[in-house]
């Protein structure tokens, strides 16, 4: 069982920035593929970026290549996500996830979910 934690969510200005931190528990967090997601009000949860057990892979979905940044720290069991450059379009929830399976673009691939931070840009 693992459980996740996010915090670092707040309302920022367009063009600004903010790091995302997702601490988990358990002793076996570099088991686990990790994820973050994003969703709004009436949408489907959208994937953002994952990254592997050792943080030497990482994708990005295309929407925020170049302006987020994913990493971990498995000695602190926590993952983050540094988005930059942020846009109006970028509020929303953001999930971090842990998969046992590998890195994965699919929600339905991850095997525990956190609460969610919220990310409001203002315009």
């Known amino acids: 069982q693992v459980q996740l934690v996010e915090s670092g969510g707040g309302l920022v200005q367009a063009g600004g920035s903010l790091r995302l931190s997702c601490v988990a528990s358990?002793?076996?967090?570099?088991?686990?593929?990790m994820g973050w997601f994003r969703q709004t009000p009436g949408k489907e949860r959208e994937f953002v970026a994952t990254?592997?057990?050792?943080?030497?892979?990482?994708y990005y979905a295309n929407s925020v290549k170049g302006r987020f940044t994913i990493s971990r720290d498995n000695a602190k069991n926590t993952v983050y996500l540094h988005v930059n450059r942020l846009k109006p379009e970028d509020t929303a929830v953001y999930y971090c996830?842990?998969?046992?399976?590998?890195?994965?673009?699919?929600?339905?691939?991850?095997?525990?979910w956190g609460q969610g931070t919220q990310v409001t840009v203002s315009s």
């Open positions: 996830a842990a998969s046992r399976g590998g890195t994965s673009s699919n929600a339905e691939q991850y095997d525990y």
């Open positions: 990254i592997d057990w050792s943080g030497g892979i990482t």
């Open positions: 358990g002793r076996t967090f570099r088991a686990y593929a």
